[in-house]
């Protein structure tokens, strides 16, 4: 069950925030939160467990709500390098992600 | 970085030929993954290993196989290549879960860029 990301694309200006939600119809284990440049690898952002633990990038904030199995990527004071596409992916096994389609944010100056 | 690596980074061949694409790690993570990308699909799991000679299959699997015979090595064929296989396949490692989830980030190698004609 791929997890549904929204929106799907943003346009920013430089300072401005942004809000990438991911929603799943199925009980998580955890959430983890990529970012990927064009004709590049995904990079870890992000790790968000059942329970409250996070585990990741200091400048990144996000939530999980297990009771709705949504998570949200909060990117405040946005800067030009946080072009990309995100991608969240969701653990409904223990030892697996499932990716979301990506959410394609782009800063501009 | 995570040493993670990728061969060939692009190979193009012809539809009916057999492809293997592998990809190598020097961390000693036990899982591995291979991910197919394309437009409009996000990442896509083929097939993990969570150990040596252990493997499952992902959401993606038919028309692909894999083997892991040690721990720094995870192969991926295809063994009769088909145009719908062009795409662009990514490896990742990972640690061990814990308590039950996958508590540990995965890092991605560089990306094979696959043209099947």
């Known amino acids: 069950q791929q997890p549904v990301q929204s929106p799907q694309a943003v346009i920013l200006r430089e300072g401005e925030d942004a809000v990438i939600n991911c929603s799943s119809s199925?009980?998580?284990?955890?959430v983890h939160w990529y970012r990927q440049k064009h004709g590049e690898a995904p990079v870890f952002l992000m790790i968000?467990?059942?329970?409250?633990e996070q585990k990741g990038h200091e400048k990144i904030s996000a939530s999980f709500n297990e009771k709705k199995q949504q998570s949200s990527l909060y990117l405040t004071a946005s800067q030009l390098s946080y072009s990309g596409t995100y991608f969240c992916?969701?653990?409904?096994?223990?030892?697996?992600?499932?990716f979301g389609e990506g959410t394609q944010l782009t800063v501009n100056p | 970085d995570a040493g993670i690596t990728q061969s060939p980074r692009h190979k193009v061949t012809e539809t009916g030929t057999p492809v293997t694409l592998r990809c190598h790690q020097t961390?000693?993570?036990?899982?591995m993954y291979w991910y197919r990308q394309d437009p409009g699909h996000g990442l896509r799991l083929i097939h993990y290993?969570?150990?040596?000679?252990?493997?499952d299959k992902g959401e993606v699997s038919d028309g692909y196989s894999v083997s892991r015979s040690k721990t720094e090595d995870f192969l991926l064929t295809l063994e009769s290549a088909t145009s719908s296989q062009t795409s662009v396949y990514f490896c990742?490692?990972?640690?061990?879960?814990?308590?039950?989830?996958?508590?540990?980030?995965?890092?991605f190698g560089p990306g094979t860029r696959l043209t099947v004609l």
């Open positions: 990742a490692i990972s640690e061990t879960s814990r308590g039950g989830a996958v508590y540990n980030e995965q890092f």
């Open positions: 199925k009980a998580l284990y955890s």
């Open positions: 968000l467990l059942k329970g409250g």
């Open positions: 992916g969701t653990d409904l096994s223990g030892s697996r992600l499932t």
């Open positions: 961390e000693n993570h036990r899982y």
């Open positions: 290993s969570y150990g040596v000679k252990d493997t």
